[in-house]
């Protein structure tokens, strides 16, 4: 799932009027600011990920419109909505679908991006804020980003300015975000206890024991796999992805003997209501890396995104042991400990190993991570979905992995 959205991409989307949904003209808004404010906006990270994720987007009318039930509530004139739901089954699919829909200000935390910290969310959402409603601060103080008190005071003034007295922000993944720097007793991300009246914060998270929240006004929607809505969007997605691949896919299902019916029925059964297994398992089924001569019956596909993972890495170090302890293994483990995306140069360093054979396993394993290219800049690379993370680090000890790092970065120290 290599990203082909560059800094090109995204030019188009900012500069030269694209826009992004309906009414939704917040990209082009924000590069006519001023440095001093739109420096502190994400655009280029956040549009690429609104357009990778919204790309095929498939169904979720029954969140929509659940979303839409709360923010005209009686009694819940200001609140926080915040949807849980476990690892892949499309939360950031969800928000970046907002943010097209709607073009609400809106922050994903993205660990594997390093993007994380309470002051990452306020500098940005602060300056959205500033620049989207036309708020009179020429640039951000520096309390701005030590507390959630100057959030508050924007969200005041942006609900004067906005024309029905509603303001909406978007907030994927509080589970990624981290407490360092947030005083003890205060909200993740330094949120607000209280928002304004006509203010809603709509978040995600996955289902984490404590989300850090603790405010007046908050109800919650639980996406559930096994949700029926929820199956009908998987099958739908299957129906979807079949027809837009037609030629591939129909040799594989006459392979199998199977209708397009049963196939949808059937993985939407071993999806078990998880988005990103259908979405790496299609892949392969398209690729021709699952077919009937390699696994036989239909029978045989995994059940659940971790046994995907799991016979997926079993499969590559039984083609080729050595490759697979040498080369795959080593890169593959040193992108899922990594803070940030990463070069192939410093991923040369870190293992040993030549940055062709580096570049190399980046190739072979292109469907698992993501790309970002960056004019004037080595592409730097990460791991594409934080479940695959969560796999590596349950499967194979990362320890080794994490003490490479620290020894190299002490080796460029000169300590
Ligand atoms: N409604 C949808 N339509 C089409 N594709 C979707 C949809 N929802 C999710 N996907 C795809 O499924 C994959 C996983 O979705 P996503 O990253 O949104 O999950 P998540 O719940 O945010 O996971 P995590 O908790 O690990 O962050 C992505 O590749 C995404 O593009
Ligand atoms: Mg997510």
């Known amino acids: 799932m290599v990203n082909p959205t560059g800094p090109e991409h995204v030019r188009v989307l900012g500069g030269q009027g694209t826009v992004i949904g309906d009414g939704n ?12 404010i739109s420096s502190h906006i ?14 095929g987007f498939v169904g979720r009318e029954f969140v929509f419109a659940a979303v839409e039930r709360l923010l ?4 819940f004139d200001s609140g926080y909505v915040v949807i849980r739901g476990e690892p892949g089954i499309g939360k950031t699919s969800l928000i970046a679908e907002l943010v097209r829909r709607h073009g609400h200000v809106h922050h994903f935390n993205v660990a594997l991006q390093n993007i994380r910290s309470a002051h ?19 640039a951000l103080p520096p309390e701005a980003t030590a507390g959630g008190g100057f959030l508050s005071r924007l969200l005041a003034e942006a609900v004067e300015k906005a024309p029905d007295r509603r303001v909406v922000l978007l907030i994927d993944a509080l589970d990624e975000a981290d407490d360092l720097g947030v005083a003890v007793g205060a909200n993740r991300l330094f949120l607000p206890a209280v928002l304004p009246d006509g203010v809603h914060i709509v978040a995600t998270s996955r289902e984490v024991h404590d989300y850090r929240l603790a405010v007046d006004s908050m109800d919650e929607i639980a996406l559930r796999d096994d949700d029926p809505h929820n199956r009908q969007d998987i099958a739908q997605y299957v129906r979807d992805f ?13 392979g199998w003997g199977t209708t397009v019916e049963e196939f949808a029925d059937l993985l939407t059964a071993r999806s078990q209501g998880n988005f990103m297994y259908l ?34 890495w079993r499969a590559m170090m039984a083609a080729d042991p050595e490759l697979f302890r040498t080369l795959y293994e080593p890169v593959i483990c040193m992108l899922a400990v990594a803070h940030e995306p990463v070069s192939a140069a410093d991923l040369s360093r870190w293992t040993g190993l030549s940055p062709n054979r580096v570049r190399g396993v980046l190739r072979d394993w292109r469907e698992f991570l993501n790309e970002e290219r960056t004019d004037g800049a080595p ?6 979905h934080a479940s ?6 349950d499967e194979v000890a990362l320890d080794e992995y994490h003490e490479a790092i620290a020894a190299a970065a002490l080796g460029k120290l000169g300590l």
Do not use: K, W
């Open 388 to 393: 695959f993370q969560d796999f590596l680090r």
């Open 379 to 384: 592409t730097r690379y990460r791991l594409y």
């Open 120 to 138: 990452d969310f306020l500098s940005n959402v602060c300056a959205q804020l500033v620049v989207r409603y036309g708020l009179s601060h020429a």
């Open 25 to 36: 003209t917040i990209y082009q808004t924000f590069t006519n600011a001023p440095a001093s």
């Open 242 to 254: 079949v027809q837009a691949n037609h030629d591939p896919m129909r040799e594989r299902l006459a």
């Open 42 to 55: 994400r655009v280029r990270e956040f549009a690429t990920i609104v357009a990778e994720r919204t790309r």
């Open 72 to 75: 005209v509530a009686p009694g």
């Open 279 to 312: 979405v790496a398992v299609l892949r392969d089924i398209r690729s021709g890396r699952i077919d009937v001569e390699r696994i036989g019956d239909l029978e045989q596909l995994p059940r659940g995104l971790r046994a995907y993972y799991l016979r997926h």
